[in-house]
């Protein structure tokens, strides 16, 4: 399990616990969380879930496939290079205490 906090555009924070295998665009839609879409359900074909790790997260996930990178060209805010799909980041033990913000929009 880990604790993640989502940090909204408008400065609004929620705390999670999400269990281990569950991606954190899963985790966020199921918490409430405003500002993460999802529209493709997490099959990686939208980038409405498109989000900011923080260096923690950003130390202990692996590098984006080469499919999250080609998606991530489409992200409606700025792309950054912390920027993620969390429909591809999926929870564990290790991302525990992790930070994530998300953009001012999805589409």
């Not at 399990?1 to 839609?29: K, R, V, Y």
């Not at 984006?64 to 912390?82: C, F, G, I």
Request: with cysteine; charged share 15%; net charge negative.
């Amino acid at each position: 399990m880990a604790s993640i906090t989502f940090i909204e555009a408008n400065g609004h924070s929620t705390t999670a616990n999400l269990p281990d295998g569950w991606s954190l665009m899963q985790g966020a839609t199921a918490n409430g969380v405003d500002g993460i879409l999802g529209e493709c359900g997490g099959s990686l074909a939208c980038a409405t879930c498109h989000c900011y790790v923080d260096e923690l997260l950003a130390g202990v996930l692996p590098p984006p496939s080469q499919s999250e990178l080609d998606m991530l060209e489409n992200v409606a805010a700025e792309r950054r290079p912390n920027s993620r799909l969390s429909c591809q980041i999926k929870a564990s033990a290790a991302l525990d205490g992790g930070v994530v913000t998300l953009p001012e929009c999805q589409e």
